[in-house]
């Protein structure tokens, strides 16, 4: 392997693409059971392809941390050196997310998951496990986390014309026919979805009253749907935010409130439920504990009774009623202050601070997630 040759080489560069704006409309979807059966199935074999792909991302990234070229460029100042050998040492292992989807087509036409898992959905597993792993490499992220028995929550397709795609009223994916609820057709910002472009389809599964619902996502072209009651302001807007309030100051008004007061977490009946749920896992897994009632290490409790699923389905759902209602709220106040102005100032926080002294406020209240939706409306 020649590094050096590397860096004399002129890259071509390609004509930039126009990026157009883009909204999410999220559409919830009739599925049978038949049809439940085979999209667990796919998402399924989707979950078993991206972990092995994860797998083998961090075992190139290893071998390219381990290559001699790496610990010579991290001392080398020349920043176009620098990248140009790093492309190098990338390429000589493999280390790109065009190699980890040339892996993921072999994969797929190798093996069973073929009969699952098409093209499209394939390279975006593979390019979603290479982010992942990237940012270990960048040093934004610690470790990567592999899917367990849960397994993936979404699928997306690449372009609406094939694989995962939209028609007239509903999601066609390789023999299956999920049509949107006629209901949902009611639904202005439904309506405003169906009218613009669709880019790609994803199709989201969530677990809602114990039962798993299927929605499609339609990534459109556009803008977002703007409700006539939500005006944008043109004043300069403070925000001073802390783990439980939230101050607002513009030029001509100021409030200050309790973040997300509405929200009020049971932790009586929550505490209760998970120490039901330990007695449960206790009894299901005696071999699991020792005389004392002390786990022993290196043993996983397995087995779970109907009861214990249903105490399980119990406390997520109360956890999901939660994150429902703050979500809502959060999108309010955003409203609410984007109607006073849209140049807001805010101080620089730490919210991992925030989180190891005031772990409960902030798990009821999340002010960095909104801030999150403030910075995306």
């Known amino acids: 392997m020649r590094v050096s040759s590397s860096i004399s080489r002129i890259r ?18 009739r599925v049978t059971r038949r049809q439940e059966k085979k999209l667990n199935a796919r998402f399924e074999a989707a979950r078993q392809l991206y972990n092995a792909l994860l797998g083998g991302a961090k075992r190139r990234l290893a071998l390219f941390r381990q290559s001699i070229w790496y610990k010579k460029v991290k001392q080398t100042k020349d920043e176009d050196e620098r990248r140009a050998h790093f492309a190098a040492v990338r390429t000589a292992h493999g280390f790109s997310a065009g190699a980890l989807e040339a892996t993921a087509d072999g994969m797929r036409r190798d093996t069973w998951l073929g009969d699952h898992v098409d093209s499209h959905v394939e390279q975006k597993l593979a390019a979603r496990a290479f982010a992942a792993v990237d940012k270990v490499a960048k040093g934004k992220a610690k ?86 009651e939500h005006a944008i302001g043109t004043e300069t807007v403070g925000l001073d935010m802390g783990p439980s309030t939230i101050a607002v100051v513009g030029e001509t008004e100021a409030s200050l409130e309790q973040f997300c007061e509405p929200v009020a977490r049971d932790h009586r009946r929550i505490r209760r439920l998970q120490r039901k749920l330990d007695r449960q896992r206790r009894a299901n897994n005696p071999d699991c504990y020792d005389e004392q009632g002390r786990a022993i290490k290196g043993k996983r409790s397995t087995k779970k009774s109907r009861r214990q699923q249903g105490t399980q389905a119990e406390l997520a759902e109360l956890f999901r009623r939660e994150a429902a209602h703050r979500k809502t709220l959060h999108g309010q106040m955003a409203n609410r202050i984007l109607a006073i102005g849209t140049d807001i100032h805010t101080e620089k926080l730490s919210y991992r601070g925030f989180q190891k002294l005031y772990g409960r406020s902030i798990s009821i209240r999340a002010p960095r997630t909104f801030l999150s939706i403030l910075t995306r409306k």
């Open 12 to 29: 071509k560069t390609s004509s930039p693409r126009v990026k157009t704006p883009s909204f999410t409309c999220e559409i919830p979807l």
């Open 143 to 228: 470790d990567v986390r592999f899917k367990g028995r849960r397994g993936l929550r979404s699928l997306e397709g690449k372009t609406n014309a094939a694989c995962i795609r939209w028609r007239d009223d509903r999601v066609l994916w390789n023999g299956l026919e999920l049509p949107m609820v006629k209901a949902a057709r009611k639904d202005p910002v439904i309506r405003h979805g169906l009218s613009s472009r669709v880019k790609y389809v994803r199709i989201v599964r969530r677990e809602v009253h114990s039962r798993t619902r299927y929605y499609a996502q339609l990534v459109c072209e556009g803008l977002p749907y703007k409700k006539s």
